[in-house]
């Protein structure tokens, strides 16, 4: 199954921490994407790597891919309340295709 | 644009009875999703449309599962008949091409007694 596997499964931090996530594939992709969900809500794009990426962001997110160990990770600096959620990494099939394989996710609590 | 609207957000219906799941998607959008989600197994595609043509139905669970898309913006997920093991959210996605992300719908949450 290409369906990745994200780390830890559940994280809590103090407002203001910096939180981290890592997902773990298992085989070529064309890009990665990282998801939010809250509660009871669909799936939200945060944002996407491609393959030949090494770092990307987006406000205060950080993404980074290392495709020689097939993992990504996800930084949310300063991080708020309001970012408690779900977060899913998202993985290709390396091929033409356009359908994504979601991870477990990592469940996010911010304390304020 | 209104996003990906699907319908009902909320289903409660009996053992053996017919349900069916609503999406429109976004306009524009040449690829459609449908991806089911519960604890134990998290998000499993279930089926994917590309302009209008289903491409990879390989997730659907059993014959009891079918999905049409009979134009571009509308798509139905069928279940007939339904079992209490069928709960789960149904979520429906769209997307305008591989190198882009998905909108997803809010989901219709699924409750077969």
């Known amino acids: 199954s290409q369906q990745g596997e994200e780390d830890p499964q559940a994280l809590s931090i103090q407002e203001g921490e910096n939180a981290t996530m890592n997902c773990s594939y298992k085989?070529?992709?064309?890009?990665l994407q990282w998801y939010r969900q809250n509660s009871g809500r669909g799936l939200v794009h945060l944002i996407l790597i491609r393959s030949n990426e090494r770092e990307k962001h987006s406000g205060r997110l950080r993404v980074t891919l290392d495709t020689s160990k097939k993992s990504s990770s996800l930084l949310i600096t300063a991080s708020r309340a309001a970012d408690t959620a779900s977060y899913f990494c998202?993985?290709?099939?390396?091929?033409?295709?356009?359908?994504?394989?979601f991870g477990t996710g990592t469940r996010l609590t911010v304390i304020p | 644009d209104a996003g990906v609207i699907q319908s009902p957000r909320h289903e409660v219906t009996e053992m053996g009875q017919e349900v069916t799941l609503r999406c429109k998607p976004i306009s524009g959008h040449n690829s459609l999703f449908w991806y089911r989600q519960t604890m134990m197994r998290g998000l499993e595609l279930l089926i994917y449309f590309n302009n209008n043509v289903p491409i990879d139905d390989s997730g659907m669970p059993e014959d009891r599962f079918s999905a049409k898309m009979p134009n571009a913006s509308f798509s139905t997920l069928k279940i007939q008949p339904s079992e209490p093991r069928d709960s789960a959210v149904y979520f429906c996605?769209?997307?305008?091409?591989?190198?882009?992300?998905?909108?997803f719908g809010s989901g219709t949450r699924l409750t077969v007694v």
């Open positions: 996605a769209s997307s305008p091409d591989r190198a882009r992300g998905y909108t």
């Open positions: 998202a993985t290709d099939a390396g091929t033409g295709a356009n359908n994504l394989f």
């Open positions: 085989t070529s992709i064309n890009n």
